[in-house]
């Protein structure tokens, strides 16, 4: 503890339901269960942001020889303590801006949640460097032979 305050690492493990719920609430500067609403509806919105960044985390599943999901996994209020099945990348920056993003929404602030919103589709894009890979496939019945 430094400071009075305890420094967090989440090298090599998926963080959990709680983690990214104590990230989401320190960007709309709220105390952890003072408010009810945001608790309860945490696991549904971070639910629909995973499923929204699902694609980015197939990505970084791929580079890393990892199998890939085909629908995001559904977290309950039970699950707050267990470790999300998703890369840290998104779970330390991505999911708590989208999950700020709904809690300004319900807040009548839709400056900050389109701001909020904007940041997760940004962290989309950093968490998976920058660039999609993708393998091109030629889609075309005659392929190169229309130009030899």
Same mark, same amino acid.
Not at 57 to 67: A, C, D, H, L, M
Not at 79 to 98: I, K, N, Q, V
């Given at each position: ?9 989440? +090298? ?85 801006? +989208? ?29 998976? +460097? +920058? ?18």
């Amino acid at each position: 503890m430094v400071f009075g305050f305890e420094f967090l690492t989440y +090298g090599g493990f998926t963080m959990r339901g709680e983690d990214v719920y104590e990230i989401a609430l320190s960007l709309v500067f709220e105390r952890k269960r003072e408010d009810a609403d945001y608790l309860q509806f945490f696991p549904n919105f971070v639910s629909l942001v995973m499923q929204e960044a699902l694609a980015y985390e197939n990505i970084i599943r791929r580079k890393s020889g990892r199998e890939t999901l085909s629908v995001a996994p559904l977290v309950t209020a039970a699950d707050m303590e267990s470790e999300l099945d998703f890369s840290e990348a998104l779970c330390r920056s991505a999911l708590p801006y +989208g999950v700020a993003a709904f809690y300004c929404q319900d807040d009548g602030d839709n400056y900050r949640a389109a701001d909020y919103r904007n940041r997760f589709i940004t962290a989309l894009s950093d968490a998976v +460097g +920058g660039v999609v890979v993708s393998e091109i496939i030629d889609e075309y019945p005659y392929g190169d032979a229309l130009y030899n």
